[in-house]
Each structure stands twice: as structure tokens, then as C-alpha cells.
């Protein structure tokens, strides 16, 4: 008897266009090809045909187990055994798993139209002449359904139910991986792109596994889409070189996201393109971090990515220049192996005279015959500049919040500390009413 | 103190009309500018002068002077701001020209202007204010410059906006120097945003708005400081140098112009030649008045006409009249039903002319409230038009007046509760997840007070910083302006262009155009508008009458209805007013039982009764007490007898309340009319304060008990928008007794015509149905052969009864509908293959109509309608006319509970058992009563209840009281849900469909309701009827 088994992938919103189905679906039914050359792509479902691979695997259990086991990573929507591939897909979506618990015919009758998309486009007919399953829809006449429903509505019904054979075009490992995925939009930012990415290279890992085999180096292409694309050229690439051969898609995908965040995009992207031409057997990795003789030649990022696992994240770290008026927030700083905000605005910041340098925090100064000390008595140049913003404002900045500001800017002259970027209250507040904040180098 | 501060005139400044950039209301502006003593207030909003009518009556009150001008941001390199202020009523035309052609060339709410584009003589007779980028070069600065002076010589300054930068000095000596190459003078200006620095946290978030982003990234776009509001004439003396203050007050000096110098002549093609408008409007007042009064014009009618006349000739408001009787005339022709309403149905030549329908024979006219001379106002008038043929008297205009000389009147649509909870937690960044919550959750009945508990239910601590800046911006940003949109129906139509009177731009609507004012923008400036406006009562009433003609072999009109019928008041008095006007809703329903209307006039009362005016005012219950006793209240002074006798002593409309104003309060006819005025605003604006002094003071000392005072006031203020002046009550109670006696003596006329004139009204089709079904009315299904495209009455056998048309059944298109009912005519169909071919009608089209049931008369049940529907396919040309023998199949019959579930899915009514009927087993087990049981209970009994809801409503009246409609298969039941009960309940309250309420049965004087203790959501009960009506076999 013949062994099917169903998978239904979860739905993605990404479609590739190379396939018939989702990446997801390509991947898994290319990762099923380890087991059986008999895997099929229909309709949202891998369906594989075991019958032929139970003597190979240990028996009909030991396959059932393994293939459960390593298809987990997948995280399967539904599945379902049967003796027919329709059978399956239809008991998998009608909630059955096990189409062999019982006469197929029973269990197939008693499920609802839309396990069936063939029968399902017919549903608001069948539904209003009071048939509520696919055995109701089978206790109609023959000749009569015929005439009133699409012909592959009998069709599919005869094949889930065995009564006719099925052809299927079984799916054929390609030997080049080079797939192309459309972006549901223009993107200019990574991380959607990124998301792009990722189901091409889940969809690569898919195939390396049917391959038994890993890769050293891949390309990803993509394609500027718009207007600015004229100015920005028709695109851009990446190779990605790695120093083991490796399917692991996690690892893969974090290596692509780095280079892609410095790299940048000129303009709005609208396809991506994967190739992996030459697969090598895997051989056992080495999972070593310490710093070795090698690592000299090492790219940046992947020092910085070194020393922050070394010495914390919170420890090495990059600055984002901000367009703000407020003197502290115009710069943030992140955690260096962070990835960087796709959109650094620092257009549109004023053409002022900015201090060279910021104190951590504002410092009180002394007031000497109301005018404010810092070595020596202060003589205000030019000001004020006011500034007002941050109410609402409640986010951590070095550990501080800066909240609601009111600040009277001055250029301020110190007969020993040179130029000076100093400030007080605009409301006046009892206390220290003139503050340090920057010095002009 | 006064005289060492700098006299200064504000030049530049933006109101909120600047959408999402000025945060301050025009009046805010201009009071603050007085209070700082400027001596000029100039309002310049981004290519607009949608708010200067407003700052115009506050600056007009308290004495300020006004300039109107405008800023516009030009393209150009580099970018500069532009200032334009009008010296004078020509130089305001150009402005408005300026700003209508740069308006009308964007998509609605944009502009674009190019340095290029700008033609100076187009700005002739304005002041121009430049405004430099500081960022640009000195040389392409001074370029700029040398090119303003040449356009515009000894009109163009260079305006220097000191706003607290760091480089404030640097920049006022590079002005100078600039002004030094480029012969331009200089002149001081603010940027003006707000009227005070503590609005800048909503000036914050409204760019915050503006640019789509939450505040934490804006960066930039924001302001620096708030600098940009009317700053202190000393803070501005220190700031600038003396000789640029005083160029402001040149500036101000030279622009001498008041909005109150706009006048608009009508057209002039309404009088033919050879007439005077005088001469022509006399002719065909005598005219009508020949057709209206058959018999001979009476003595007082003609006086009134003459009286009439004279007045409107010394106001010179001929042509408004004749342009008004040309519409009604154009609609009279192409059979459009028509009625004036609002004042005008005060007027004896109004009814002359065809344009309202009060008699002044019937009644006394009060001609005065619709025009007087001490007023000095333009006459409002109403025109309501068949709802579904508005559009032709709209195009009419367009055509005949052309786009230049007519254009609608504009409605500010301002920010909401919803809106503004919305577009302010976004700017503060709080996700949208519980944005929405929030938003959704502040329910339509929830006070302004109730958001604290929204935010609380969201999850938000309403004492946390960020919910207290998102509750009290919320609060400020209401009321704000947001954009334009069209009014509902009120056309400016003039002699010349419109648009040198008022900008115009572009509508959401295609071929639409909007000006740039609202209706109490017009009113202030006493420009005339005529609102056509769209009634669907009008349809229904055409229609009724049309089949009326139909059936009894002559032409009926309105006239013929007859007046005074017994039976129609009869059924009036018992609330049997489903599908009425006006008197339906359940409101109207509770009242009449009460009122008992006995005569004409008793409708003209209760149509205004059941309004927040009388109801606020406490009205409600001294009135019908004295109508209970038959005579009027016995302390009625004998001054108010002329103002209040013939509504018992007690004031229900809108012109009483205001004779009272005058008699008992000595209001001058001026301050009464400032009193309506304000009372038709002061929702939307406040300021009824004043008034209230002055009236309750005035009726204490002239010896009215202060309660009765305190109750006038009440009343006014529940006015509102919603009074209902007597002549307004008149037209819509003719309607009413038209409707209603087409109900009671038409019935099945009625209901097709209510039918085939939906949407309208308060009922839904399905309502209307079972409402004239137990009034004895036979409706017939949907069927193919005999059905037209409309519902439409049959004679046999019995006559008449309502045949539901084609276009009941959803997705049926109009075309194939056509085509039905165009083959049956040939002959009538013998099977559904004949149907479906000389139909031509698509297997879709088939399947339609059978789930519709409308092919019974072909094919017998649903289920086999829909199996012969279905073997239609289209098969090939070879085969298409060779007959298929196919044998006969017998499909069991579908459950009662799927045919009526099906009847509603597809038709959206059903004429089958009432679902609640089915469930009637399961509810008497649950000792649930239906509406029949409950019309035997005697009050006070305490009892339960379940039914479809169909309404839910909470009157503005009601302090928080919900009522609540539920249908079961005998009628409909009214609930009320008090305050408490609300809040208790407020879940199975909002989402049931199928609810049990337990509570006191009340009646009183032929109303019934039932108080509300509990409620409970039983919607799943439908569920399962759906669920058996699958099983079926």
C-alpha cells in the first residue's frame, strides 16, 4: 500500500517566484528529498510518497520517527499519514493525523468541504444544496454534479479517495542553488530585507540538506526599484565568505545582516536574487572563539563582534549622530555589535557653532556678582540660544532621562578655560542657575 | 508705564487654520493681541483665508484692527516664505484670486508655488513681506532681493525674525546689509504659531502630525523653542531695533481693508429684459399667488404680499428671490418634489412663489423672523429636494451659473474625541495596539470626563506623565481645525466671480469645489447662500403618489392629500408611525401617546417637543399637563399672551423663546437677535455666559419667578444647533401628516415607495416589512415572473399588495435586472433554461436568484432552484440550444431556520417566520415573554424579555440613559438602560445581538417600556439556529 505523508507549511507572506509555493514550502519539500525521491508540491502542502524508502530507514516506525523528529524545525502547521497523497493533504487540514486508523473512505466523508480546494471553490453551491461534507457531496449524482461543478471537482474526490491514480510532477533538486524572491514591497530598510533573505537562505538550507552538504560562500543580488534607482545603479551585491562550509542558517543570516547594515542601500529595493554555486560535504566544525593567529586578517566587524563577547556588549560601542536640537541627545551611542538604525538622520541639523566637546553631565558653576565662574569670571559673548523640547521625552539615555529642557544657550569667554558653551534656566530656579556643558576646542 | 513700550503690529501670524501648524484659534490671537496692547493684528495662514472671517468678529467686537493676508511658501533657490497683506478691497480680490488659482491647481489641501510663477501684477495693491532663508548664501540672498524690489517697488520689506537663535545678532546685521544692496527696508516679525508659549507642547505634536512620526523622531522638524507666539512689547523692545518696530505700524498703516466691505451682488440673468428685478419678482408673486389661492386673494394676504414686497425691495434682496424661485422652478419641471423649509416658510411670497408650502391663510406668519430691516441679516433659505435627484439640481446650477460664479460653502471638520485621542498618542509615541484600544473604547456615549477611565481600561495609569500629557493635549487639540470639507448643501451663487470674494479650492469629490468659509463665516459677513439640500422623504412621497396615480387613473399631487383626517390623527395618537417622517423614532413614539395630536397645529408642536431645546428647558411636562387640563397655565401675564397663547403659556419654539427675551427681559430687537445668534453657536463656540446675566436679571427685576427664568435660559441653551423655529416645525409637519396619511390610507403605496427610496429613514427595509405586514399589507416574494426591478404593486387577485423587486437581492447587477424583466415582457418565462437564455443571464446571476428563492414559480425549493441554476454552465456554441434531459432529482427540503437565515443573508428580510419565533420554544422554557405577552402585562411587574436588537441610542438629553430597541416576531420592545445599569452592563450592552434583559415593565398613558436591572448577551442562541439549520437531514 502506498505511504503518503502530508506536511502543511505555516503561511508566509513572502512569495518566492521561482516556486509554486511558499520559500518555506520549497525548503521543506527539498529537505524531504533525503528521504524519498517521490516529494511533491501541491498546493500549500509537501506531500512525500514513503512506500519505496521504509526498508532503507529501519522500517515503516523508524522512518515515521526520524522524519517527525527532523522536520520539527520546520514548525509544521498540520500533517497527516494516509494511503493517498489528496487523502492526506485533506485529512491534515481537516485536523486528522492518521489516515490509516480506519477505512479511508470513512474518514474522508466526514470531513468538512474546505479540506478539499477543489471542492471548496464550489462551496457556496454545495453548501446551499445542504451539503455539508465531502460524503454529501459524493451522495450527489454523478452526472448531475458534473454538469454543475468544475470537472476537477470529481477529479480530486476520486484521487483522495484512491479510486483513481494520482500523477504528480515530483520535485527535482537543481544544482545550483539560485532562487529569486520578490519584496511584498520597496524596501529601503535592512532589517526588512533582511527578512527577504532569511527565507531564501531557510530555502538554501533546505536544499544543502538534501544535498548532505554545506557551503563556503553564497551571493546575494539584489534590485533597486523607484526612481532614485537611475542615480543609484541597477543594484548591488554581497558574497559572504565563510571559513567552514555551513547550512546553518542562524549563523549565515546574522553574517549577511552585518555586512548589509554597513554596506547600506542606495535605494529601494524590490527583489533579491540567492545563488550557492558549489556545495562541499559537511566535515565537523570548529567551534573555537579564542582569539587565534588567523584572526589577524579578521574584518572589523568580526573583531568587534569578538570583543564584545568578550567584554560585554554594553562595552564597546558606536555612535549614531541625531538631528535634535538638544545638545544631549544629538548623539546616541549603541551597543557596537547592535545593529545600526537604518535611518541616521543627520540632515536638516543647524549650522551652528557646536562645542567640540560635551560634559557627561552639566556642571554648576559658581556665580560670582551674578555672573557665573569658571576659572576666572565669565564674559558672555553672544547668546541667547534658546532652547525648548523634551517633554516628551522619557527614554534612558546613559542612564538619565532628559525630560522637559528650557535653556538659555551663551558663548561664553573664560579667561583660563578658553571658549565655553554654558547655559541657565530659563525659568529661574532657586540654586545653581548656570551650568557647563560644552567647551569649544 | 504705557508709553516707554514699543508700539508693534504683529505682520506674521498663523492661526490653527494653518492645518497642523498654527496652534491657536484666530480669536485666541486676537484676544491676546489687544491684551498686549499690539496696535494691529495681521492673521497670514498658509495659502488660506479660512480663518480670518473669525478673527474679523473678534477683532470687530473688541475693537482691534484687522489686516488679512496670507504666507505662502515659494520654490525657489533658495526657499523663502512669502507674506502677502491686502491694502485694500481690490488688493483682497487679487489675494483671493491668488490663493483660488493656486488651490485649484493641487489636489485638494496643496499648493505649489514657483518663484517663477509669480506675475506681479497679480498681487497689485498688496504689501509683500519677505521672509530669507537662513540658510542661504548672502549673493543668491541679495539676487532674491534685488529681484522683489524691482517686482514689487514700495511694496516689499524684508521681514527680520528674531526667535532667539544664537546667531539673532549676526543674522539682523546681515539684513541690514542685505537690505543696504538690495534697496529693500526692513520690518519686524514673529513667525507667530501660538498665542501664548505654553501651547507649544500641542504646537509640538501637531508637527508631530504633520509629519506622520511619534515626537521622539522628529528631531528638527520640531521648533527649538516657543519662541513663535505674541511676545510682550517689551520683551520685542529689546529684541529689536526701534526702526523696525516702526515699520510694522506703517505697514499696518497702509493696509486699510475690512472684511465687512465685501458685498455680492446676485446674477443677474434670473431677471429677463426688459424687467427690473422689481417689476419681475411683483409679477410672479401675483402670479402664484393666483394659482395658490383660486378663489381670490384675500385682503390680508395682499397686504402681506405688498408689506412683503417693500421690505425685500428697500434690502434689495429681489434677486436672491427670483434665483431661489429659478431652482424650485427647474426642479418643478423635471418633476422633482420640493419643499422650502427653515424661516422662509414665513414668508407669504416664499409660498407664492412655489417655494415653501405654509399657508399664510392657515396660519399666522411671523414674517419678521425670516426678514426685518433692523436685523440687517441676509434671509436663510432652505430648499429640501428629492434625495436621489439633488445631484441634477446641483448640476443644473454648475451649468447655468457656471464654476467661477457658484462654489458650496465649506465645513471646518474639526477633531473629534476619536481623532484627536488618535492623532495625540501617536505623536507620544504610544503603540498603535493601544492607541486603537483607547480610540475604540471611547464609546460614542462616553463624556469628555470618561477618558481617564479608558485609559485606565487600556492598561495605562492615567498618573503616569505620559497619559496625563496625552489626556490634557487630547483636550486642548479638540475643536482644532483639521481640513475642509464640503457643506451639506449651501451654494454661494453670484453676479461676478466668487472667488475675488473668497478663495476657492478643490473638494474630495471630483468636479466639486468648496470656498474657503463656512456657513457661520457667511452669516457674519451677511453673505446669502441658498442650501439645496437632499430629503429622502421627498423620494418616498413622489413615489407614493406616483402609485396612487397608477392605481386610481389620475394625476395626485400633495394638494390632494386631505386635510384633517380623522383616522390618520387616530393612528398618530396610537404611535403606530413606523416609517413616518419625522414623528418614527422612538422618542416621537413615546411623546405622541401623550400629546394626543388632534389637529394640524397639535404636529407642528410635537414635532418640535422631542428636541433638546424644550426638553432641557423642562417644557416637556408643564405643556402636556396644561393640554391634559385643556387650558392654558394660569399664571400666564397678559404681555406674554401674544408671544405664548397659542402654545398654552408654555414656549416651545425657537421665536418664542425670544419674543420672551423682549417682552420680559427688554431686550432690544438687536439683542434678541445677537441671543439667536449665539444660541444657534454657542455648542460649537460658548459664549452664551453674557446672556444669562442679563436675562435671568432683567426677568427677576421686571417680577418672573427667578425659576421660570432659570428655565428659559435652560431652554435656549438647549436650543443649539437643533431649534426648530415654528415655520421650520410647519414644513416638516406638513410632511409628516402627508406621510402619515399615505401610511394609514395607503398602505401598500406607502411601504413600496419607503422601499424603493432606501437608504433612508429610521427603519430598515426588513423593519418596514413586518411593520405593514401586520398592518394587513400583503407582500409577495422576490419571484422572476413577476417581479420588476422595484418593488411594485399588484392588483391580483387581490389589490393591492407589495411585490418586492429585483434589486432586493444583493449582488444581482442592475443590467441583468433590466434584462428579466424585459424578456418577461416579451412573453413569460416557461423553465429556467428559457429564463437564463433569453435573460442572457450568467451562471452567477442564476445561482443569485435562486439563493434568493426568486425562482419558485420556475422550479419549486431553494435547494432545487439552486441545483437547476446551477446545470446552466456555459457550454458550447455546437450545444448551447440542444435541451439536456437530465433526470429529475429530489433534493430534501432546506430547515425552516436555513430558508429564513438564507432570506436574510440574501435579501436582507425575509418573509418566512421571524428567527425569534424559532427560538420562541427554547425562550418560554427560559420564561422569557415575548412583545405580544408583554403589551398584556400590567405595570410595575417585574419581568424579563429577549429580542434582536436594533437600535441602540443615547440622546444627548439623556444624562447617560441608553435606549435600547429589541424586534421579536410580534414587534419591537423599548428598553431603558439607566446610568448604572450602563456601566454594569456595558459589555453584553454593546456587543449583544441577541439580548435578555430583566426588568420593570412600565406603562403610562398608552408608552411602554421596560426599565433595564440586567442584561445579558444570548447572541450565541442565533448560533445555534444557524448550526440546526445545517443539519437538515
Sequence with gaps: MAHWLALIPKSSSLVSTDAPGGSQQQAIGWWALQFTPRVTLCEDAVLLELAASERLFGGKAALRKRILKEAEPFDCAARAWAPTGMGALALARGGVRNGFAGPLQDLLDALPLRTMSRVAAERPLLARLGCRTLGEVRRLPRAGLSRRCAPEVLKALDQAYGEETECHLWLELPERFDARLELPGRTESVAALMQGARHLLTQMAGWLAARHAGIRHFTLHWHHDGQRARAAGPGGELTIHTAEATRDVEYLGRLLHERLNRTGLKAPVSDLVLCAPEPESLTAGNASLLLEASLQREPLHRLLERLSARLGPEHVRRPQLVADHRLEAMQIWHPATAFQPSTTATTGVPVLPQPSWILPEPLPLAVHQEKPVYGGVLELLTGPHRMEGGWWDQRELDGRVIGDLTRDYYVALSPQAGLLWIYRHRVVRQGDNWFLHGVFA | ?1033
Excluded at chain 2, 95 to 111: M, N, Q, V, W
Excluded at chain 2, 346 to 367: A, D, Q, R
Excluded at chain 2, 925 to 952: D, F, N, W, Y
Aim: charged letters at 25%; glycine letters at 6%.
Design chain 2, 1 to 1033: 508705564m504705557n508709553s516707554v513700550l514699543p508700539e508693534y503690529a504683529e505682520l506674521h501670524c498663523l492661526s490653527n487654520f494653518s492645518f497642523l501648524r498654527g496652534a491657536s484659534h484666530p480669536g485666541e490671537l486676537v484676544e491676546r493681541a489687544l491684551k498686549l496692547g499690539y496696535r494691529a493684528l495681521a492673521i497670514t495662514d498658509e495659502c488660506s483665508l479660512a480663518g480670518v472671517v473669525r478673527a474679523h468678529r473678534v477683532a470687530k467686537e473688541k475693537g482691534l484692527p484687522l489686516l488679512i493676508g496670507a504666507e505662502f511658501a515659494v520654490e525657489a533657490e533658495p526657499p523663502f516664505r512669502l507674506v502677502v497683506l491686502a491694502c485694500d478691497r481690490e488688493g483682497y480680490g487679487n489675494l483671493s484670486e491668488f490663493i483660488t488659482r493656486l488651490r485649484r491647481a493641487s489636489p485638494k489641501g496643496s499648493y505649489r508655488l514657483r518663484i517663477g510663477d509669480i506675475e506681479p501684477s497679480a498681487l497689485d495693491d498688496c504689501l509683500l513681506l519677505w521672509v530669507p532663508d537662513r540658510a542661504a548664501e548672502f549673493d543668491a540672498l541679495s539676487s532674491q532681493g534685488r529681484w522683489l524690489r524691482s517686482a514689487f517697488p514700495g511694496r516689499a520689506w524684508i521681514a527680520v525674525e528674531l526667535l532667539h537663535a544664537v546667531d539673532d545678532k549676526v543674522w539682523l546685521q546681515h539684513m541690514r546689509d542685505l537690505g543696504e544692496c538690495s534697496g529693500l527696508p526692513l520690518v519686524a516679525a514673529g513667525d507667530v504659531h501660538m498665542h501664548l508659549r505654553s501651547r507649544r507642547k500641542l504646537q509640538d505634536v501637531l508637527t508631530a502630525i504633520r509629519v506622520g512620526k511619534p515626537l521622539t523622531e522628529c528631531g528638527v522638524a520640531l521648533y527649538p523653542n516657543a519662541e513663535r507666539h505674541l511676545r510682550s512689547r517689551l520683551r520685542l523692545g529689546r529684541l529689536y531695533p526701534p526702526d523696525l518696530l516702526r515699520a510694522t505700524l506703517d505697514i499696518a498703516a497702509r493696509c486699510d481693508f475690512s472684511l465687512d466691505e465685501l458685498r455680492y451682488e446676485y446674477p443677474q440673468e434670473v431677471v429677463p429684459a426688459g424687467q427690473t428685478p422689481q417689476s419681475h419678482l411683483r409679477h410672479l408673486t401675483y402670479e402664484g399667488a393666483k394659482r395658490r389661492f383660486p378663489g381670490g386673494i384675500s385682503e390680508k394676504v395682499h397686504k402681506q404680499i405688498e408689506e412683503e414686497l417693500k421690505l425685500i425691495g428697500e434690502l434689495e434682496y429681489e434677486k436672491f428671490f427670483l434665483t431661489v424661485h429659478d431652482i424650485v422652478t427647474y426642479a418643478r419641471s423635471r418633476e422633482i418634489l420640493c419643499q422650502g423649509r427653515g424661516s422662509a416658510a414665513n414668508s407669504t411670497v416664499c409660498y407664492c412663489l412655489g417655494i415653501t408650502e405654509v399657508s399664510p391663510e392657515k396660519t399666522t406668519l411671523l414674517f419678521g423672523r425670516f426678514l426685518s430691516k433692523e436685523r440687517n441679516e441676509p434671509p436663510d433659505i432652505d430648499v429640501d429636494f428629492e434625495h436621489e435627484r439633488r445631484e441634477e439640481v446641483i448640476q443644473y446650477l454648475y451649468d447655468k451659473y457656471g464654476r467661477d460664479r457658484t462654489a458650496l460653502a465649506a465645513t471646518v471638520i474639526c477633531y473629534r474625541m476619536r481623532s484627536a485621542i488618535r492623532d495625540v498618542g501617536k505623536a507620544l509615541g504610544f503603540d498603535l495596539q493601544t492607541v486603537d484600544r483607547v480610540a475604540k473604547n471611547h464609546q460614542w456615549w462616553d463624556a469628555r470626563q470618561a477618558i481617564e477611565a479608558r485609559l485606565r481600561e487600556a492598561g495605562l495609569d492615567p498618573q503616569d506623565l505620559g497619559a496625563q500629557q496625552w489626556l490634557s493635549l487630547t483636550l486642548q487639540l479638540l475643536d482644532f481645525p483639521r481640513h475642509l470639507s464640503q457643506h451639506t448643501g449651501g451654494f454661494v451663487i453670484s453676479r461676478g466671480p466668487v472667488s475675488r470674494i473668497v478663495p476657492i479650492e478643490n473638494a474630495a469629490m471630483v468636479d466639486r469645489t468648496v470656498i474657503q468659509w463656512d456657513k457661520d463665516d457667511l452669516d457674519t459677513l451677511g453673505l446669502i447662500k441658498v442650501d439645496v439640500l437632499a430629503l429622502g422623504m421627498l423620494s418616498a412621497i413622489r413615489r407614493a403618489l406616483e402609485f396612487m396615480s397608477q392605481r386610481y387613473g389620475w394625476r395626485h399631487t400633495m394638494q390632494d392629500i386631505p386635510q384633517d383626517d380623522r383616522e390618520t390623527y387616530d393612528m398618530i395618537c396610537a404611535a403606530d408611525t413606523v416609517g413616518v417622517f419625522q414623528i418614527e423614532s422612538r422618542a416621537q413614539q413615546s411623546m405622541l401617546p401623550r400629546l394626543q395630536p388632534r389637529v394640524f397645529y397639535d404636529l407642528v408642536v410635537e414635532v418640535a417637543i422631542v428636541r433638546p431645546g424644550p426638553i432641557q428647558g423642562g417644557m416637556v411636562h408643564p405643556y402636556l399637563e396644561c393640554r391634559r387640563k385643556g387650558e392654558p397655565v394660569h399664571d400666564l401675564k397678559d404681555e406674554l399672551k401674544p408671544a405664548l397663547a397659542r402654545t398654552l403659556g408654555i414656549p416651545i419654539f425657537q421665536e418664542q423663546v425670544m419674543q420672551i427675551a423682549m417682552i420680559a427681559a427688554d431686550f432690544t430687537p438687536g439683542e434678541a437677535d445677537q441671543l439667536r445668534r449665539a444660541m444657534a453657536a454657542w455648542k460649537r463656540k460658548g459664549g452664551l455666559g453674557p446672556f444669562h446675566d442679563k436675562l435671568v436679571g432683567r426677568m427677576k427685576k421686571n417680577g418672573y419667578d427667578p425659576e421660570f427664568a432659570e428655565a428659559i435660559f435652560r431652554q435656549i441653551e438647549g436650543f443649539g444647533e437643533y431649534g426648530f423655529p415654528e415655520s421650520h416645525a410647519y414644513s416638516f409637519a406638513l410632511l409628516a401628516y402627508v406621510s402619515s396619511w399615505l401610511k394609514r390610507h395607503e398602505p401598500a403605496a406607502f411601504l413600496a415607495a419607503l422601499l424603493n427610496s432606501q437608504p433612508m429613514g429610521f427603519y430598515s427595509p426588513s423593519q418596514l416589512v413586518q411593520d405593514a405586514r401586520r398592518h394587513k399589507v400583503e407582500v409577495r416574494p422576490v419571484d422572476v415572473s413577476h417581479s420588476d426591478v422595484q418593488a411594485a404593486l399588484e392588483y391580483v387577485p387581490r389589490a393591492p399588495a407589495v411585490r418586492l423587486g429585483l434589486e432586493t437581492i444583493s449582488g444581482l447587477s442592475k443590467v441583468a435586472m433590466a434584462r428579466i424583466v424585459a424578456a418577461r415582457y416579451e412573453r413569460p418565462f416557461e423553465n429556467v433554461a428559457d429564463l437564463a437564455q433569453r435573460a442572457a443571464l450568467t451562471v452567477g446571476d442564476m445561482k443569485r436568484l435562486a439563493a434568493a428563492d426568486a425562482l419558485a414559480s420556475l422550479a419549486g425549493h431553494r435547494r432545487q432552484q439552486l441545483w437547476e441554476a446551477a446545470a446552466l454552465r456555459p457550454t458550447t456554441a455546437l450545444l448551447a440550444d440542444a435541451p439536456i434531459h437530465e433526470q429529475q432529482l429530489l433534493l430534501p427540503e432546506a430547515s425552516e431556520a436555513e430558508e429564513i437565515l438564507v432570506d436574510h443573508a440574501v435579501l436582507g428580510l425575509s418573509l418566512r417566520r421571524h428567527p425569534m419565533a424559532l427560538l420562541r420554544p427554547e425562550l418560554n422554557k427560559r420564561r422569557m415573554l415575548s412583545s405580544a405577552q408583554l403589551r398584556e402585562l400590567p405595570g410595575g411587574r417585574h419581568t424579563r424579555t429577549c429580542g434582536i436588537v436594533t437600535v441602540r441610542q443615547q440622546p444627548g438629553t439623556a444624562k447617560g440613559t441608553i435606549f435600547v430597541s429589541l424586534e421579536d416576531e410580534d414587534g419591537t420592545i423599548n428598553v431603558i438602560v439607566w446610568r448604572h445599569v450602563r456601566e454594569r452592563f456595558r459589555i453584553p450592552l454593546l456587543r449583544s445581538r441577541l439580548m435578555a434583559v430583566h426588568g420593570q415593565w412600565q406603562r403610562q398613558s398608552g408608552v411602554q417600556h421596560l426599565i433595564a436591572d440586567r442584561l445579558e448577551d444570548w447572541s450565541h442562541l442565533i448560533g445555534t439556529l444557524r448550526a440546526e439549520s445545517r443539519d437538515f437531514h
